[in-house]
Structures are given as structure tokens and as C-alpha cells.
């Protein structure tokens, strides 16, 4: 079945699951739209498989179901969801994360989604990204490796780019695995075949945004969630994420306590209650 802009049905929704794989991070919302175009267009690009962006033949339809998934723990959905948190979605990505950022203290230059090269040396960075970015911008970037990040630093790399489908992939295939040891190493019970991969997905972004710290009473939810998995009551977990969001001010820091309600969501209904499924 031939797929075209304008079409709404679950076909559509089929076909964006699948370009997510691509690193769209697109909604599964069954709009083919705007969006799904452009991720089609990548999709294409990526692949070898030049065409019009507005239509998915049954060929590109086999060829994005066949790809792999970037990361199997978490799943396309997973590493999408993470993504969203971080950046938003392809087109802020493009607009304000593309050239290197930087965040504050004690952050570094940052590229990519998170990518903070202040945390990185030298061969782990070629390793990430030599097969993904120009030598130009290689031998820019590696002149802030190590280092905290200032204004005087992300001057002259105004003109580095990193291409989405890039910092996807060094996102799903380098950084995630990375963070899921980190998970790991407090939540244990991660890798229980028990869990989903969405209530996964919920714990490595809690990991991803706030680190394995469990002290003080700013981490009580945090410690919670390692005495319910390690007890096995692990349908008492959602409420943790959602009682974080006392930590934080609505004004302020709105983001987070969307963030939190969203994982808790993700552990209790899986990736279809966020619409990546």
C-alpha cells in the first residue's frame, strides 16, 4: 500500500514507527504530514534510495521495517522518547541544537543530543563520531575535549554542524548504552525480563537527566524505586516518578515535572500512552 502526504490511518502509524528506527522523532500520531516527510526524506538518504519525500512506496516501507533497531533494550521508541526529553523534536533540533551549545557550568561544549565533550577524550570521540563528521569539524571539536565550557571556546565553532541523523546515532548506539550501565549499577533489576521496554526506557531517562546520586532527601524517590525493584513490587514504581515532581517549581521548571509524569506514564502504560506506539 502506497503511502502519501495527507494520509491518516494506521498504515501511516506503521511507517513512522519504523522511521524512528531512522532517528525521526516523530510522534505516532498516523498524520502523514509535514514531518513524516522530511523523515522520509532521511530515511531515503540514509539507505541509497532517492525518491519524493511526500510518498512511501511498498519498497521504502520493507526497507525501514528490515532495518535494525538502533537500540534494542530500550527500542526506537525508547531511544525516541529519551530524544524528545532532550531536544524536543527534529525541528528544534535543527534549529537550536545542530552547532555545538554551551550549557552551564560545569558542562562543555555540547553537540549532538547531550553529547558533552568536556566528558570525553580524544580516541572515545573519534571512535563516536569519526565516521560521522566531516575532519574539519573533528579537529574543531577535539580542541575542546576535557574542557569546561565558555563562551570564548564556542566561538569559532559557529560553523560545525551535526546533522541529526548523526546525533541519533551516536545518541542510540554510544551514548544510551552508556547510560543504561550507569542504570544499572543502582537498578539492577533493569535487565529483568519482567520489565517492558517503555518501564526501562522510564528508567534510564530518569538516569539520563538527573545521574546515580542517591543521597540526601532530594533522592528519596530515587532510593524508593531501588527498594521496590529489588522487592519486586515494581507496580509501585510509577508513583515515585510522579512524587519527584515535588522537587521542582511549575514556573520554572515545568519541564521537569512533565518529564517525570511522562515516565511514570511510560511504566505504567507503555510507549502508546506518550503516542510513540
Known sequence: MVLRRGDRNDSVKTLQRELNKFGAMLLVDGDFGGGTCTAVGSAREQLGRPGPLDVADDELQQAVAEAPDPCPPLTAAGVTFIAR???SDATAYQRRYQVPTCPPAPSGVTIGIGYDCRFVDRPEFESDWGDLLPASAMTQLAGVLGKEGTPAL?????????????AMRVFATRSLPKYLAQTRSIYPQVDDPGLTPAQRTALVSLIYNRGTDLAGDRRLEMRAIRDLLAAGRNDEVAAQFESMTRLWNPETTGGLIRRRRSEAMLWRAGFAAVHLE
Do not use: K
Open 154 to 166: 564556542l566561538g569559532p565553532l559557529a560553523d560545525v554542524v551535526v546533522p541529526l541523523p548523526a
Open 85 to 87: 526529553e532532550e531536544v
